[in-house]
């Protein structure tokens, strides 16, 4: 191979270019170095693009992206990413085949990015009156979207890119759904849609309970249906031919043994839906054994002084008809609860008894030795008092015990009448009952000196009917009940006031917290847990269960204020309460439920 050289004369300067020959009489040219500078931003790659040509072949590339000296890249076609706005002088130094080389540097500019603002965007689904909604929403590189604010159209709101949301309607209706994007550099977007949602029928669900009296059998049905439906249609199935139509019927069997029957119901909902339960019942057409009932009795003694109270029980249907008590002196009494005063100059230790008769004749007995000091110790002692407050069947005992100083109460013993007992200051207690009962209480306080009392009270108690999830009024308090599926703690939240009374939120028995006290001089966005229990923790409730929320209306002697009104939208685990207080003696737009909103999140445990 032959090297030429040519002389040329450019502009004025003597430029040495050079070319090869392999001996065929052919020069192979220098290669041509060229490449465009892109738009370039601090912090995002820019890539760069060799257009170099060469006679034949291009074989390397060499680029330094900065200005530095140093080759950053060693391809035709490159990445670079800078670290702050500035010029920079960029090369490109290519070879061909034999070794001819050529260098090209430009100048390049490299800015602060401007943001480009997101793009809102979403798409939906909804299976009746439950809508999921999906962000198709973007944001140009560098920016990313980091918040999501969505307004589904009827106060429900969320903040997740792909939320759910369930509607409460009773006919076909329309929403506007907006979806709010902001990206990290604070630029925000907005999409809206309207959409149609209609409501969808819930199937209801089967349930009852039954009590029988030898082959006499009554049946109750505690079925429920989601609102709006409503169950409308009873078929009973008693496993022996026979048939009913009515919700609480009742049926006689005909056996002469011991017979398992299996019992069917099926509801019908008022859009046609239908469930259906089955048991087995046990019918014994023998009238039962009696169970005998069970004695027992607490004491208090002041000195020579003794109150006794019976604690015995007795099964249902069984009732205790009489008391023999005798105070091991000779002296005996027939009351349940008697009073007794001992003579005596020294302590001495008797042995009290007491027989109890149910109303089929069966006995039971309980003895105690009881010690009797005529010499005061000096300690007085403590004085048992309690309050009960029920609903339904399930109740809060508050002990109102004192003692007085230096002597503080240490134990509290509850029997609740049923056979169970509790042994702390404020107990709650459900009863397990099919209609109105009426049950003893008794409460034993021991003071720290080993001195007792007795307090006696008797509770009626009846069983709240079957609840269905929402609000009810009942004079001055809205009832909200909500259906608790899952094992759950439940926190309420002020999500809006507009009232001037004193009105409460509270939860009745077994709960009986006081949520929110004077609650239109609360600050929206107060929040308190669900709390009660022997340590005061938050209320478990347990799946199956139902909450009760009321709200209590104010008192006022400047106007007449009307029933108080509930209305409750959402489901487990979010619901939203909306209150109309019931002062709207002529004010427009009134009733607008929108004097007190609640909001009730359920968390599973």
């Keep these: 191979m032959l090297w030429i050289g040519r002389l040329a004369a450019v502009a004025g300067v003597l430029v040495l270019a050079a070319s090869c020959s392999d001996g065929s009489g052919i020069e192979n040219e220098a290669p041509v170095?060229?490449?465009d500078l892109p738009s370039c931003f601090v912090g995002s790659p820019c890539t760069f693009t060799s257009t170099s040509s060469d006679d034949e072949q291009v074989t390397s590339w060499s680029w330094d992206f900065n200005g530095d000296g140093t080759a950053d890249a060693s391809t035709a076609s490159a990445a670079y990413q800078y670290q702050e706005a500035a010029e920079f002088n960029v090369s490109l130094t290519v070879r061909d085949a034999q070794g001819l080389s050529a260098t090209k540097t430009s100048r390049i500019t490299v800015a602060v990015p401007v943001n480009t603002p997101p793009t809102a965007g979403f798409t939906y689904s909804c299976n009746a009156a439950d809508c999921t909604f999906v962000s198709t929403s973007s944001d140009a590189a560098p920016g990313s979207i980091t918040t999501y604010a969505w307004n589904f159209g009827d106060e429900g709101t969320a903040d997740v890119s792909n939320p759910s949301h369930s509607y409460t309607v009773s006919?076909?209706?329309e929403f506007t759904v907006t979806l709010t994007v902001t990206d990290n550099e604070g630029a925000t977007a907005a999409a809206t849609q309207t959409i149609t949602v209609s409501p969808g029928n819930s199937p209801p669900t089967a349930a009852f309970t039954h009590s029988c009296n030898v082959a006499v059998c009554a049946f109750v049905s505690t079925s429920t249906d989601a609102a709006p439906g409503?169950?409308?249609g009873y078929a009973w199935s008693f496993?022996?031919?026979?048939?009913?139509d009515v919700k609480n019927p009742s049926h006689s069997y005909t056996i002469s043994a011991v017979t398992d029957f299996t019992v069917t119901l099926t509801v019908t909902d008022n859009d046609g839906a239908t469930a259906v339960v089955s048991k087995t019942i046990t019918v014994n057409p023998i009238p039962p054994v009696n169970t005998?009932?069970?004695?027992?009795?607490?004491y208090a003694c002041n000195t020579v002084s003794c109150t006794f109270a019976s604690t015995s029980t007795d099964a249902a249907p069984g009732t205790?008809?009489?008391?023999?008590?005798?105070?091991g002196d000779g002296a005996v009494s027939d009351l349940k609860n008697p009073t007794h005063s001992y003579s005596v100059s020294a302590v001495t230790d008797f042995t009290v008894t007491l027989t109890v008769t149910d109303n089929e004749g069966a006995t039971a007995v309980e003895s105690k030795t009881i010690t009797i000091n005529p010499v005061s110790s000096?300690?007085?002692?403590?004085?048992?008092?309690?309050?009960?407050?029920?609903?339904?069947?399930?109740?809060?005992?508050?002990?109102t015990s004192t003692d007085v100083a230096p002597g503080t109460i240490v134990s509290y013993a509850w029997t609740f009448g049923d056979g169970a007992t509790e042994d702390w200051r404020k107990p709650s207690h459900i009863y397990n009952i099919s209609g109105r009962t009426v049950f003893t209480v008794t409460l034993t306080v021991t003071d720290n000196e080993g001195a007792t009392a007795v307090a006696t009270r008797t509770v009626s108690v009846t069983p709240l009917p079957p609840a269905v999830q929402g609000c009810t009024t009942a004079e001055k308090i809205v009832e909200c009940v909500l259906d608790i599926p899952a094992t759950a703690t439940l926190k309420v939240t002020l999500l809006g006031i507009s009232c001037d009374l004193a009105q409460r939120v509270t939860t009745p028995p077994p709960v009986g917290d006081q949520?929110?006290?004077?609650v239109c001089s609360r600050a929206v966005g107060d929040a308190i847990g669900i709390f009660g229990g022997e340590h005061d923790e938050l209320w478990v409730y347990q799946a199956g269960s139902q909450a009760r929320i009321w709200f209590i209306q104010g008192e006022t002697t400047k106007r007449t204020l009307n029933p108080p009104e509930g209305r409750l939208e959402g489901n487990f685990p979010d619901w939203t309460i909306h209150i109309e207080d019931g002062d709207h003696a002529g004010a427009p737009g009134e009733p607008d439920f929108s004097d007190l909103i609640l909001g009730v999140k359920a968390t599973t445990r």
């Design 33 to 35: 170095a060229n490449f």
């Design 171 to 173: 006919a076909p209706t």
């Design 230 to 232: 409503t169950v409308v």
């Design 239 to 244: 496993g022996d031919g026979a048939t009913a």
């Design 292 to 298: 005998p009932p069970t004695a027992g009795f607490t």
């Design 320 to 327: 205790i008809a009489a008391y023999a008590w005798t105070f």
């Design 378 to 399: 000096g300690n007085i002692p403590p004085t048992a008092s309690f309050t009960p407050w029920c609903h339904g069947e399930s109740c809060i005992f508050t002990s």
């Design 515 to 518: 949520l929110f006290i004077a």
